[in-house]
C-alpha cells in the first residue's frame, strides 16, 4: 500500500497517544444537567479555519463543524507532556490547517456541529513524530502471519509465517488488556478497522500482533492485534472493463470466476519480463537447494498457496522477508521482492494492457455479498515466477502499510 494510507493508519494511534494526557489531566465529570447541555469531545485535523469557525475532518466519522467561543480556551501541547499547565496558550488565528487537535464543548443533536470551549492543538511535527514512533515500535515489535489456529479459552493465536525456506509458527498471546481490531470487508486501511474481539477471529486470517516477544521470537505477548480477510489470487484474466475499472478473472487453484473492482488506492504493477526473470531464477535455486521442496511446474498447474504473511509496512515501504537494506535481492536470502514493488511506478488498469489468458496475481478486500473484492495490489508479468514457484505468491504480498512488521504502519501491513 502506499505512504499516504501508511499515515494515515498510524494517526490513529499517535492521536491516541498524543492526547492521553489530556485524557488523565481532565477529572471533573462532563454530565448534562438541566440547566448546562452535556459537554462532547472530537479529535481531528483542521480542514478548513475562517476565523472563528474551523472543519473537522475526524480520523473516523464525518466531518465536523466548529465554532470557536470567544472564551474557549485554546492550548498547544507538546509532545509526552502530562500537565496542560506547560501548555502554550494560543489565540484562535494560530490555528491552522493540517493542525490536530482535541475539540471540547458543547455538541448539536444530530453531532455535527460543536461548539468549542477549548481547543488543544497538536502541530504536525509532533503527530509525525508520534507516527515515526509507532512505525518504528511496528517494525521492532510487531509479528504477522496466517491465523493456522486459536484457542479462545486459553487466548492464544498460533500464526503460520510463509517461508520459502521452512515453515515458521510463532504463538500470540493476549489478556484482557489486548486491544483488538478487525478489518473492514472492503478496506485494508487500519483507520477504517472497528474494534473487534477474539472470537471473530478464525483460521485463515491474516493477523498482525505487537507487543514484546520472547529470546527465539516464537511467542509474543500481544498488546494490540489487528485481524482480516484479505485473499490472494492467482489467475489467469477472461475479461477487463477499464472503463469500469472492473476485472474478471479465473483463479488458477479454484477454478473458479472472480470479479475484481480496481479503486483509487488500488496498486497496479506490470513487471518487467527481466526483473521477473531474475526473479524465478532466484526461486529455483533456492529451491534447488532445498529450500521449499515444493517444485515447478507451469503456473497453470498450481496448487492452492497460503495468503500472504501480513508484514506490514514501513515509511521506506515494507518488505516480507526482514529489514535489509538493498535493493531486490539481498545476499543469500530469499528475494525482497516488496521492496522491488515499492520502487516500482503504479499503472493504470487501462496501462496495463491485459489480454485474455494473462497471469496475475491479486491481493484483495474480503469484499460482501452486495460489493466484490477490491483489489488492493495487482500484478502481471508474473508467469515465470508463477512456473518457478506456484508458492510465490503466499510470499510476495502484504495486505498492510507498516515496513518490517506492523499493520497499516509498518511493513506494508
Known amino acids: 500500500m502506499n505512504e499516504k494510507n501508511n499515515a494515515g493508519w498510524v494517526s490513529v494511534l499517535g492521536l491516541a497517544l498524543l492526547f492521553a494526557p489530556v485524557a488523565k489531566a481532565e477529572s471533573r465529570p462532563e454530565q448534562a444537567t438541566e440547566s448546562q447541555p452535556a459537554i462532547t469531545k472530537r479529535i481531528g485535523t ?22 470557536v467561543q470567544p472564551n474557549a480556551r485554546i492550548l498547544r501541547l507538546a509532545p509526552g507532556d502530562k500537565d496542560l499547565k506547560n501548555a502554550t496558550p494560543l489565540e484562535v488565528h494560530d490555528l491552522h490547517v493540517g493542525d490536530t487537535v482535541r475539540v471540547r464543548g458543547t455538541g448539536s443533536t444530530d453531532g455535527n456541529s460543536i461548539a468549542a470551549l477549548e481547543v488543544i492543538v497538536i502541530t504536525q511535527a509532533a503527530v509525525a513524530a508520534v507516527t515515526d514512533q509507532i512505525r518504528q515500535d511496528w517494525q521492532k515489535r510487531g509479528v504477522g502471519g496466517l491465523v493456522e489456529s486459536m484457542d479462545a479459552a486459553a487466548g492464544t493465536i498460533t500464526l503460520s509465517i510463509p517461508s520459502l525456506t521452512a515453515k515458521k509458527t510463532v504463538v500470540v498471546r493476549t489478556n484482557e488488556d489486548t486491544v483488538v481490531h478487525r478489518y473492514a470487508p472492503d478496506s485494508v486501511k487500519s483507520e477504517d478497522a472497528k474494534p473487534g474481539s477474539l472470537a471473530e477471529i478464525h483460521p485463515g486470517d491474516q493477523l498482525r500482533a505487537r507487543g514484546n516477544k520472547n529470546a527465539d521470537g516464537t511467542e509474543i505477548a500481544a498488546e494490540e492485534i489487528y485481524a482480516g480477510v484479505f485473499p490472494q489470487y492467482a489467475a489467469t484474466v477472461k475479461s477487463v472493463d477499464a472503463a469500469s475499472g472492473m476485472l474478471t478473472v479465473q483463479d488458477l487453484a479454484s477454478k473458479k470466476t472472480v470479479q475484481v473492482k480496481i479503486g483509487p488506492d488500488s496498486q497496479l504493477h506490470k513487471i518487467p519480463t527481466e526483473m521477473a526473470q531474475m526473479f524465478a531464477m532466484r526461486l529455483k535455486g533456492m529451491m534447488l537447494g532445498g529450500a521449499a521442496g515444493r517444485g515447478g511446474g507451469g503456473f497453470a498447474a498450481q496448487k492452492p498457496a497460503a495468503p500472504a504473511n501480513g508484514q506490514p509496512p514501513s515509511p521506506a515501504g515494507s518488505t516480507w ?41 491479486i491481493l484483495a478486500t474480503e469484499g460482501t455479498a452486495t460489493s466484490p473484492h477490491t483489489a488492493i495490489t495487482l500484478l502481471s508479468g508474473v508467469e515465470s515466477i508463477l512456473q518457478a514457484s506456484p508458492s510465490a505468491q503466499a510470499m510476495m504480498l502484504t495486505p498492510w502499510n507498516l515496513g518490517g512488521g506492523a499493520p497499516g504502519g509498518e511493513g506494508s501491513q
Open 46 to 67: 483542521i480542514k478548513t479555519a475562517n476565523g472563528n469557525s474551523l472543519t473537522l475532518s475526524q480520523t473516523s466519522g464525518p466531518e465536523v463543524a466548529v465554532t
Open 321 to 361: 522477508s526482514g529489514n535489509g537494506n538493498g535493493g531486490g535481492m539481498r545476499g543469500n536470502g530469499p528475494p525482497d521482492f516488496q521492496r522491488m514493488l515499492n520502487r516500482m511506478p503504479s499503472t493504470s488498469l487501462a496501462n496495463m494492457n491485459l489480454q485474455k489468458g494473462d497471469a496475475v496475481i
